[in-house]
Nanobody, 119 residues
Framework: QVQLVESGGGLVQSGGSLRLSCAAS????????MGWYRQTPGKQRELVAT???????NYADSVQGRFTISRDNAKNTVHLQMNSLQVEDTAVYYC?????????????WGKGTLVTVSS
């Protein structure tokens, strides 16, 4: 069973930085995408950034140039460096692992970590 554990959320002032980390454990086969999504009350969960097993990144327009995603395949970890944080970035951030089509394309989710950006 795949388990994802996030860390690094917290309270930061506008303009500040935070680094989120996610460690995946369990049976994980190759060819999976790791990434981050976020959700605020009353809104759908939205993509923040993802990275394929081949280290190809994908960012939401709203975070492009401010956030950087990275991953370590050997350690099954993914990180999100968030700079120039804005109040609008306040949300619960969820780590995601999406298995490749060969393995059913299953999505796994962490429990989430809260990021609060104050003005």
């Amino acid at each position: 069973q795949v388990q994802l554990v996030e860390s690094g959320g917290g309270l930061v002032q506008s303009g500040g930085s935070l680094r989120l980390s996610c460690a995946a454990s369990g049976i994980i086969f190759g060819g999976y995408t790791m990434g981050w999504y976020r959700q605020t009350p009353g809104k759908q969960r939205e993509l923040v950034a993802t990275m394929t097993s081949g280290f190809s990144p994908n960012y939401a327009d709203s975070v492009q140039g401010r956030f950087t995603i990275s991953r370590d395949n050997a350690k099954n970890t993914v990180h999100l460096q968030m700079n120039s944080l804005q109040v609008e970035d306040t949300a619960v951030y969820y780590c995601n692992v999406k298995m490749g089509a060969l393995y059913g394309g299953i999505d796994y989710w962490g429990k989430g970590t809260l990021v609060t950006v104050s003005s």
